[in-house]
T-cell receptor, first 114, second 114 residues
Framework: DSGVTQTPKHLITATGQRVTLRCSPR?????VYWYQQSLDQGLQFLIQ???????AKGNILERFSAQQFPDLHSELNLSSLELGDSALYFC?????????????FGNGTRLTVT | DQQVKQNSPSLSVQEGRISILNCDYT??????FLWYKKYPAEGPTFLIS?????DKNEDGRFTVFLNKSAKHLSLHIVPSQPGDSAVYFC?????????????FGAGTTVTVRA
């Protein structure tokens, strides 16, 4: 158990809809990261927060947004969903941002857009 | 952009033999390299890392080798065990301004045959 909790585990929704994915980081970790894994693809970095502030952005679409709350949990909002947004979305946390500090991943949310 | 590449999508090895996973990168700014292991329906878990100032790091059955001139690293698993069957991701970290970004390869699926 990594200590990172992601909810829900599965989400099925229709095109054009909006969903929210939730992540609770490991106790004591201040950095939260969001990654997207599409079929047979690697992990694509979306966005990183550190202690409530956005620190780095990857290939995150404008239809996607995220935030980290004062209690350090984070939410990833996906809107105007398209079929291509179907993927596994992972949240990870670490004590400090990057470097050799390993990330601890949750078990992911599988999003299916129909 | 694929700054981290794992060119072998799969590897099959007999139990007890050595598994060698390869990873190539293009960004000379990467200063840490990490390997993650992922079982189905779970998030990736940290396995081993190496700093760019080293050329080898060993942890039990796992050894990572770094060849900076060739921009290549490899993970050796000796001896391979059935429980090692999983997807292995190579990742590399680089510092941008005050933040680090972690880039992942597409993964190599290892199957250990009894």
């Amino acid at each position: 158990d990594s200590g990172v909790t992601q909810t829900p585990k599965h989400l099925i929704t229709a095109t054009g809809q909006r969903v929210t994915l939730r992540c609770s980081p490991r106790s004591g970790d201040l950095s939260v990261y969001w990654y997207q894994q599409s079929l047979d693809q690697g992990l694509q970095f979306l966005i990183q927060y550190y202690n409530g502030e956005e620190r780095a952005k990857g290939n995150i679409l404008e239809r996607f947004s995220a935030q980290q709350f004062p209690d350090l949990h984070s939410e990833l909002n996906l809107s105007s969903l398209e079929l291509g947004d179907s993927a596994l979305y992972f949240c990870a946390s670490s004590v400090v941002p990057g470097g050799g500090s390993p990330l601890h991943f949750g078990n992911g949310t599988r999003l299916t857009v129909t | 952009d694929q700054q981290v590449k794992q060119n072998s999508p799969s590897l099959s090895v007999q139990e007890g033999r050595i598994s060698i996973l390869n990873c190539d990168y293009t960004n000379s700014m990467f200063d840490y390299f990490l390997w993650y292991k992922k079982y189905p329906a779970e998030g990736p878990t940290f396995l081993i890392s190496i700093s760019s100032i080293k050329d080898k790091n060993e942890d039990g059955r796992f050894t990572v080798f770094l060849n900076k001139s060739a921009k290549h690293l490899s993970l050796h698993i000796v001896p391979s065990q059935p429980g090692d069957s999983a997807v292995y991701f190579c990742a590399a970290s680089a510092k941008y301004s005050n933040d680090y970004k972690l880039s992942f390869g597409a993964g190599t699926t290892v199957t250990v045959r009894a």
